[in-house]
């Protein structure tokens, strides 16, 4: 039962960590963060963890189960209340750095415990159950944010849900672990179990131990486990683990922005990467305990871990299927199951070797070590990878609204000129060209600009000279005798003979006088057409075109100075109308962030690919370390190794009989 609580509660305060995990591109758009100060934050964030798995070596002196309570109350407080109340990103963070510190003391507490609830044959299994506790807490995050998250998301602040979820189950768990978790008695714990026959001996000797006996194990722990079977073995999984803790902080990230995933289908994924992990954790464990032995199976694994991240990372750049990732992910995270499991017990019974009593001790040398790294990966992520801020940042609404909007921007791409063309021209001027019907618009365009211009200019000239045309006609085929008439200021002076040739001239009888009585009357307006004659020659040829605008004159006024950009337009007046439609918003964000969102998305691939490389190297630096662990390659060797431990205790009993 303890050993089921202590799983359970290692599971849920690594939910409660991984859980921001699953809304990261969510969060960092609105609590305005750069993914260089997410990176640093979640670096510093495991530096803070670091030096809580140190101090958590004090559970060798004060106890495991207190720590693991304590920090399931505290988590779940944070993650419940705390942290989705946050609004910006420095209160936001420094409330995660509270987290991370206390998972940190977990990260060893519950290790040693599990220690403490298990003997030696049976420690591949229990740490194949503790070590499920991390992936099935990535496991719960993805499925959680997988069914709860939806395709698309509208809501600025939806990214606190998935804490608030978290944050009650953290409190249920926490108060489970307070009524319920207990643990062993220093004399019990500090001793070394190989198998469940040594429980009589070791309960045996610890009621032979005294205070000093204890004090004089627990004496300078440092010193006794800083060996390098150890540190290098600390480093090196750390090192295998880049890629896991990849997975943890940034795989929403990279499947989002590499491949185009939602946020959704990022942590569906996880499902996959995380579910096998678990299988292989646990299936492993039970493996390793039959066959007794660990490093075959870190070498399997190791190596199938190695493989698929080869294929797993050349697939960035190109456009691979969900299924074919699942799948990558799938045997990937098999393989570090398969390595890590078996891994996990090992070191422990590397650290019994040296001091059964400093389990806690060689599990935060292991921690501290594990967090520096994970430390030191985060720093170096961002300088690696530096094209995410502009791709969370802006690459969803680029994408959103160049697909949205894609038939107007392809138009504005292909017609800059119409664009500037309709930009310049006001929407009251355009309002205006709309208004007047098309044959109006189509004579207008016949009309040279020139003639327009003269025809404007004598306007009233032209309807002069249609008023008066009959009296111009007589004028124009008799202009010696009008000279002569001219010449006579006074009508009254005409000699009768003159005259009455100029009524002659005009049609004669009362025709000719109403004639010469109308030019008589408008001797000024009929002598301004004639001293236009010359100009309204040049519009004479326009005349049908002139009298169809003349209704229209004071809107083509209006319009005149942009008749160039009009015309320009003209074609294309559906493709603008679609163009005017378009949010005023889109062109100048597509204009500020686009270019960058474009420069991003072409390096991102080749960036991963080398950090994926990297991680490749920290997997081969692990197999090449395993021969520093104990245990045995061959299972017959461990078996013969047990039935002499074995033999050693049954002397060991009957010593203890005989001296009772």
């Given at each position: 039962?303890?050993?089921?609580?202590?799983v359970?509660?290692?599971?849920?305060?690594y939910?409660?960590?991984?859980?921001?995990?699953?809304?990261?591109?969510?969060?960092?758009?609105?609590?305005?963060?750069?993914?260089?100060f997410?990176?640093?934050?979640?670096?510093?964030?495991?530096?803070?963890?670091a030096?809580g798995?140190?101090?958590?070596?004090?559970g060798?002196r004060?106890?495991?189960?207190?720590?693991?309570?304590?920090?399931?109350?505290?988590?779940?407080?944070?993650?419940?209340?705390?942290?989705?109340?946050?609004?910006?990103?420095?209160?936001?963070?420094?409330?995660?750095?509270?987290?991370?510190?206390?998972?940190?003391?977990?990260?060893?507490?519950?290790?040693?415990?599990?220690?403490?609830?298990?003997?030696?044959?049976?420690?591949?299994?229990a740490?194949?159950?503790?070590?499920s506790?991390?992936?099935?807490?990535?496991?719960?995050?993805?499925?959680?944010?997988?069914?709860?998250?939806?395709?698309?998301?509208?809501n600025?602040?939806?990214?606190?849900?998935?804490?608030?979820?978290?944050?009650?189950?953290?409190?249920?768990v926490?108060?489970?672990?307070?009524?319920?978790?207990?643990?062993?008695?220093?004399?019990?714990r500090?001793?070394?179990?190989?198998?469940l026959?040594?429980?009589?001996?070791?309960?045996?000797?610890?009621?032979?131990?005294?205070e000093?006996?204890i004090?004089?194990?627990?004496?300078?722990?440092?010193?006794?486990?800083?060996?390098?079977?150890?540190?290098?073995?600390?480093?090196?999984v750390?090192?295998?683990?880049?890629?896991?803790?990849?997975?943890?902080?940034?795989?929403v990230?990279?499947?989002?922005?590499?491949?185009?995933?939602?946020?959704?289908?990022a942590?569906?994924?996880?499902?996959?990467?995380?579910?096998?992990?678990?299988i292989?954790?646990?299936?492993?464990?039970?493996?390793?305990?039959?066959?007794?032995?660990?490093k075959p199976?870190?070498?399997?694994?190791?190596?199938?871990?190695?493989?698929?991240t080869?294929?797993?990372?050349?697939?960035?750049?190109?456009?691979?299927?969900?299924?074919?990732?699942?799948?990558?992910?799938?045997?990937?995270?098999?393989g570090?199951?398969?390595?890590?499991?078996p891994?996990?017990?090992?070191y422990?019974?590397?650290?019994e070797?040296?001091?059964?009593?400093l389990?806690?001790?060689?599990?935060?040398?292991?921690?501290?070590?594990?967090?520096?790294?994970?430390?030191?990966?985060?720093?170096?992520?961002p300088?690696?990878i530096?094209?995410?801020?502009?791709?969370?940042?802006y690459?969803?609404?680029?994408?959103?609204?160049?697909?949205?909007?894609?038939?107007e921007?392809?138009f504005?791409?292909a017609?800059?000129?119409?664009?500037?063309?309709a930009?310049?021209?006001?929407?009251?001027?355009?309002?205006?060209?709309q208004?007047?019907?098309?044959?109006?618009?189509a004579?207008a365009?016949?009309?040279?600009?020139?003639?327009?211009?003269?025809?404007?200019?004598?306007?009233?000239?032209l309807?002069n000279?249609?008023?008066?045309?009959?009296?111009?006609?007589?004028?124009?085929?008799?202009?010696?005798?009008?000279?002569?008439?001219?010449?006579?200021s006074?009508?009254?002076?005409?000699?009768?003979?003159l005259?009455?040739?100029?009524?002659?001239?005009?049609g004669?009888?009362a025709q000719?006088?109403?004639?010469?009585t109308?030019?008589?009357?408008?001797?000024?307006?009929?002598?301004?057409?004639?001293?236009?004659?010359?100009?309204?020659?040049?519009?004479?040829?326009?005349?049908?075109?002139?009298?169809?605008?003349a209704p229209?004159?004071?809107?083509?006024?209006t319009?005149?100075?942009?008749?160039?950009?009009?015309?320009?337009?003209?074609?294309?007046?559906?493709?603008?109308?679609?163009?005017?439609?378009?949010?005023?918003?889109?062109?100048?964000?597509l204009?500020?962030?686009?270019?960058?969102?474009?420069?991003?998305?072409?390096?991102?691939a080749?960036?991963?690919?080398?950090?994926?490389?990297?991680?490749?190297?920290?997997?081969?630096?692990?197999?090449?370390?395993?021969?520093?662990l104990?245990g045995?390659?061959?299972?017959?060797?461990?078996?013969?190794?047990?039935a002499?431990?074995?033999?050693?205790?049954?002397?060991?009993l009957?010593?203890?009989?005989?001296?009772?």
């Amino acid at each position: 039962m303890y050993l089921a609580i202590t799983v359970l509660a290692t599971i849920t305060l690594y939910y409660e960590l991984y859980v921001g995990g699953s809304v990261t591109t969510l969060y960092l758009v609105n609590l305005h963060m750069s993914f260089t100060f997410f990176s640093l934050t979640v670096a510093f964030g495991a530096l803070i963890g670091a030096f809580g798995s140190l101090g958590a070596g004090l559970g060798d002196r004060f106890g495991r189960a207190n720590m693991v309570v304590f920090g399931l109350f505290f988590t779940g407080i944070f993650t419940l209340f705390v942290i989705p109340a946050m609004t910006s990103k420095w209160p936001f963070t420094i409330s995660t750095f509270v987290v991370s510190f206390v998972e940190g003391v977990c990260l060893v507490a519950t290790p040693a415990l599990i220690r403490d609830f298990s003997p030696q044959v049976g420690r591949a299994t229990a740490m194949g159950f503790w070590t499920s506790g991390p992936v099935v807490g990535s496991l719960i995050v993805a499925v959680v944010g997988s069914a709860t998250i939806p395709a698309v998301v509208t809501n600025p602040r939806f990214w606190t849900h998935e804490f608030i979820i978290c944050g009650i189950v953290g409190l249920i768990v926490w108060v489970i672990a307070f009524f319920l978790l207990r643990e062993l008695s220093p004399a019990l714990r500090d001793q070394l179990m190989v198998t469940l026959h040594d429980r009589a001996l070791i309960e045996a000797k610890a009621k032979g131990l005294s205070e000093s006996d204890i004090e004089a194990a627990l004496r300078r722990p440092f010193q006794q486990l800083l060996k390098p079977d150890i540190i290098i073995s600390a480093i090196a999984v750390s090192i295998m683990l880049l890629i896991y803790y990849t997975a943890v902080g940034f795989a929403v990230i990279y499947l989002t922005t590499v491949f185009g995933f939602s946020v959704k289908n990022a942590n569906g994924l996880g499902n996959w990467n995380w579910g096998f992990n678990v299988i292989a954790v646990i299936l492993v464990g039970f493996i390793s305990d039959y066959f007794r032995v660990r490093k075959p199976f870190m070498v399997f694994g190791g190596v199938l871990a190695a493989v698929m991240t080869v294929i797993y990372l050349e697939q960035a750049g190109h456009h691979p299927g969900y299924y074919t990732l699942a799948i990558m992910l799938a045997l990937l995270a098999f393989g570090l199951g398969i390595a890590y499991t078996p891994w996990m017990a090992s070191y422990t019974e590397t650290v019994e070797a040296r001091n059964p009593a400093l389990t806690a001790t060689g599990l935060a040398i292991w921690g501290w070590i594990i967090r520096i790294v994970v430390f030191l990966a985060y720093l170096l992520i961002p300088v690696v990878i530096n094209t995410v801020t502009p791709l969370v940042n802006y690459g969803s609404t680029v994408q959103t609204y160049a697909t949205t909007y894609s038939s107007e921007i392809a138009f504005a791409t292909a017609h800059p000129d119409v664009v500037a063309a309709a930009q310049k021209v006001p929407p009251s001027v355009i309002a205006t060209a709309q208004s007047i019907p098309p044959n109006v618009l189509a004579a207008a365009q016949q009309i040279p600009p020139t003639v327009l211009a003269t025809a404007q200019a004598n306007a009233t000239q032209l309807a002069n000279a249609q008023k008066f045309a009959p009296e111009l006609r007589v004028i124009q085929a008799n202009p010696a005798l009008f000279t002569k008439l001219a010449s006579y200021s006074n009508p009254a002076t005409i000699p009768p003979a003159l005259l009455a040739q100029a009524i002659k001239a005009a049609g004669g009888g009362a025709q000719g006088i109403k004639i010469l009585t109308t030019i008589s009357a408008n001797k000024a307006a009929i002598a301004g057409v004639i001293a236009a004659a010359p100009a309204l020659q040049t519009v004479a040829p326009y005349a049908t075109q002139l009298q169809t605008i003349a209704p229209y004159s004071t809107q083509l006024t209006t319009i005149a100075p942009y008749s160039a950009d009009l015309a320009k337009m003209a074609p294309y007046s559906a493709q603008l109308t679609a163009l005017s439609k378009v949010p005023p918003g889109v062109f100048p964000y597509l204009q500020a962030h686009a270019a960058a969102v474009q420069q991003a998305a072409a390096k991102t691939a080749s960036q991963w690919k080398t950090w994926y490389w990297i991680c490749f190297g920290g997997i081969i630096v692990f197999l090449l370390s395993i021969p520093l662990l104990r245990g045995r390659w061959r299972p017959r060797d461990a078996k013969r190794d047990e039935a002499e431990h074995e033999a050693m205790v049954d002397a060991e009993l009957a010593k203890l009989k005989a001296s009772a």
